[in-house]
Each structure stands twice: as structure tokens, then as C-alpha cells.
């Protein structure tokens, strides 16, 4: 794959196929897991973020306005990445150790901190969803996001 030469290109391309795996392993987990209940329920999820319990009865909006949110948090951590990356120098060396550990960090970010202080509807972690969400996260967004970044960063 062939990374952009500028920094917010490059920042682009891996938030929208970071955010695109990302999004596609939800939809494919969550589908599963209801026995085949419409993924756009995840979008509306996403935007009950910004919008609260409405966001469950204002139409279908809020599936778009939910695929922007993710896209946008997407991008947010392919910028931070891309940001650290030049800055520690272990990261280079060790990069699925450093996609799976990014992964994790995600994962423990977003439902440690950024979803308490959101909007969404609070439940209980489940561990199996727990577990399948970290592993989604380690490989759609780390992974590809240390390659991404090991690859743009060695050209000098």
C-alpha cells in the first residue's frame, strides 16, 4: 500500500482504513452476537454519545450522525499515533507488540474514560465483549496503524 507523503495525508489515509476495519469487524461481531439485528443500531449507538437517550428515537439521522462520530474518533487515534510514533523510539523496533499494545490502550481509554463521560446508556463490561472488542481493536486500529506509521516514518 503505498502511504501519502505529507503528514495529514498519511494521518488521513489510516484514520479512514483504521475506522473502516474497525467498523466492519463491529458490524460483523454485533450481528452475530444478535442473531442478525440491523447494524445500523451500532451508528445510533455512536451518536447517543453526543446526543443522549434521543439519539434512540430521532430517526435515521443518527446513524450517519454515529458514522462521522466514528470516523472522527478514528482519526483522532491515528493522529495521536502518527504524533508518538517519531518521539519513542521502542515503537519502531517491536511493531505488532506496539499495534497490540496501542490496541489495548485504545480499548482501555475509550470505556474507561471517554464513554463514562459521554452521553451513551451505561451498562455493566462483559468480559467475552470486553475481550472480543480489545482483540478488534488490536488488530483493525494497533496493527494497522503501527505498520502504517513504520512505513511512512522509514522513508526519512
Not at 510514533?85 to 496501542?102: Q, W
Amino acid at each position: 500500500m503505498r502511504i501519502p507523503s505529507s503528514f495529514p495525508g498519511a494521518v488521513l489515509l489510516a484514520g479512514f482504513i483504521t475506522g473502516t476495519l474497525d467498523i466492519l469487524s463491529a458490524f460483523v461481531h454485533f450481528y452475530i452476537a444478535t442473531h442478525g439485528q440491523p447494524v445500523t443500531k451500532i451508528l445510533v449507538f455512536v451518536s447517543s454519545g453526543v446526543f443522549g437517550k434521543a439519539a434512540f428515537s430521532a430517526g435515521p439521522s443518527m446513524m450517519w450522525w454515529g458514522l462521522l462520530f466514528h470516523y472522527i474518533i478514528a482519526l483522532i487515534w491515528a493522529l495521536v499515533f502518527f504524533s508518538i510514533y517519531p518521539k519513542i523510539k521502542t515503537l519502531h523496533k517491536h511493531p505488532i507488540a506496539t499495534g497490540i499494545i496501542y490496541g489495548l490502550l485504545v480499548w482501555c481509554i475509550m470505556n474507561l474514560v471517554v464513554l463514562p463521560l459521554s452521553n451513551i446508556p451505561h451498562g455493566p463490561l462483559r468480559l467475552v465483549n470486553s475481550v472480543i472488542n480489545i482483540l478488534i481493536l488490536m488488530a483493525m486500529i494497533g496493527l494497522p496503524l503501527s505498520f502504517m506509521a513504520r512505513k511512512y516514518y522509514a522513508r526519512g
